[in-house]
């Protein structure tokens, strides 16, 4: 029994049957109570140990990744590999598009495959309790944690780098290189993600720099960091006519698409605009310039994700939660004015 | 019963039984009749129907991805992964090193793991039906075919490109621009690989342009397609002081890397040197330049792939070979002299 069966003798979608499951608020009620009396019919239950009763033992671990084109989960993920099979498992990996519900997507998984644990390269920040009752086995938040939302601390386990302070630290580098006009190109600044962290670093940054912050400056590009979508943020920006002297990218690769964007202006980087971004990727230090930006430990990430979650799945251990440093790479796309 | 649990009662290494298993010369008498005996003794049988019979059924299906940081396949990846779910498949993603033995690694996994069939993203061009003997499952060669090898074409299935007309094609490219002196960034020019094909291509294409070769415009990186290889190589080669006005890089990333090679040391691309390159990928279409590359159509090697396994899996066609066509993308890395 899966939530696909329950879609289907509905008449609905699988995202419909989730969001009746998670008690979102934009479904009908009639759709509501249709989904409701089905579940309990058919006897689907999202319930944990009900459903390991019938369970039969697999050695699978689930990895969901989010985005497309995503070169930071795609290094991860060889990492999460290796480390995931010389444990004597066997890695499921499932991408799910920007929008996607990591969590639906996760719990299908887990049925289907007869999960004993997860991995979410990339997800949202504010699960609750009752978010996350579909997942009825240990997981692994890798890349963020849970700071906008409720879902208890011993209920799981995060791997991620501190996103506002990176954020801070990439800005700051700029204030102290003597920047005062500092663009943003961010996915969004409210979504409960890690946009909204690295946008309120940026935030903060500026005004700890005693800096205002100027509406024109920001380029919401939204998506999920889409290299086509951060060039015409940046083109968006720079047909403004707003001044800016330094961009900060949130990633590595919405970074490149934005040098790009600005040289194909007439701005040269980093003599007419710097841009610093957050990531490290092999790709932009082969860039031209060479990116400036704040190193994610992926290999640690990817390692200690896995090692958490065997822990978990092996009852040696509780949830935890690793925070790791993140270290700046100076490259050629930053200038001091 | 795996080849891992020969290795452990035999005392040797996993890849010393898997050279066994493969009769490959470099294995002392002693050792070779020890595995043997051992294999005999402990009833593993590294034969296809026999196999069949105590196989559990799973829905399994392997993908073996050579090589670090190789974007193009990371871009295919996803493809794989969403084509072989859509078919209810589950699949066993498993990366391997530059010079890891990828029919060992695909054998070994489907032993593990219980495969249904394996799709090989990069491998070597010379396969033997000896050679081939230990995978017992349906299998497809993606991004390469087996042209320099006695495996019967009916043995297998391939998904490739003409490795060696779009090199040609490319250099051809840059000849029709009025370049005579076109050196090469390569792995290899003779591993019955990837590499040697496009070498080959290239040095047609110089044939047929009325060009002749000069050995020093030829630089060999060794590795598979790794960018710090790259740069080092095209540093040799811009040290070296021959005269050459462009460059042919076998794949994109080493492309981007020998951008950065020749940009570090004082010659701007493409106004000094044009380079052209492989592959297609979104990062080097907001490189700067934008790289002008010959693209291979990436999310139709996957799909085609996914598409003819299932089908040898399901029984519904036999091996069949697809050869794809590339198509030139016109960036800003090539200019006329």
Redesign the interface.
């Known amino acids: 029994m899966t939530i696909k069966d329950i879609a289907k003798a509905c008449g609905v979608s699988v995202s419909t049957v989730s969001r009746v499951l998670n008690n979102h608020p934009d479904v009908s009620r009639s759709v509501r109570e249709k989904v409701s009396s089905t579940v309990e019919r058919l006897g689907y239950i999202p319930n944990n140990s009900a459903r390991d009763l019938v369970r039969t033992r697999s050695d ?1 671990i689930g990895v969901v990744v989010r985005g ?2 995503n ?1 930071f989960f ?2 991860m ?2 990492t999460i ?2 480390e995931i ?1 010389s444990r004597g498992y ?6 799910i598009g920007s929008d996607d519900d990591e969590v639906m997507a996760g719990a299908i998984l887990e049925r289907e ?1 007869k999960l004993r644990g997860l991995i979410f390269l990339g997800g949202r920040f504010d699960y609750s309790a009752e978010t996350l009752a579909p997942v009825g086995v240990p997981f692994v938040c890798c890349t963020y944690t849970n700071c906008f939302g409720t879902l208890d601390e011993k209920d799981y386990s995060s791997v991620s780098i501190d996103d506002y302070m990176t954020a801070y630290r990439a800005v700051r580098t700029l204030i102290d290189l003597g920047h005062k006009r500092i663009a943003v190109v961010a996915p969004a600044t409210d979504d409960r993600s890690i946009s909204e962290l690295r946008y309120k670093g940026y935030r903060a940054a500026l005004e700890d720099g005693g800096l205002d912050f100027d509406p024109e400056l920001l380029v919401e590009t939204e998506g999920f960091f889409e ?1 086509p979508k951060a ?1 015409e943020g940046t083109v968006k920006l720079a047909e403004r006519g707003t001044e800016f002297t330094a961009v900060f990218a949130l990633s590595d ?1 919405t970074a ?2 934005a ?2 964007a600005l ?1 194909d202006h007439g701005r040269r980087v980093p003599e007419d605009c710097s841009v610093i971004a957050i990531d490290g990727l ?2 932009s ?4 310039p ?1 990116l400036t930006t704040m190193v994610q430990p992926v290999e640690e990430m990817g390692r200690q994700s896995v090692a958490i979650l065997a822990d978990m799945i092996e009852q040696r251990q509780q949830c935890c939660h690793l925070r790791l440093e993140t270290k700046l790479r100076s490259g050629g796309s930053v200038k001091k004015i």
């Open positions: 699978n497309q084109d070169l795609s290094a993920v060889k590999s290796r099979e066997t890695m499921v990996l499932h991408f495959k290299m060039y690769t490149l698409a040098v790009k040289e092999t790709v230090e082969y860039a031209n060479t």
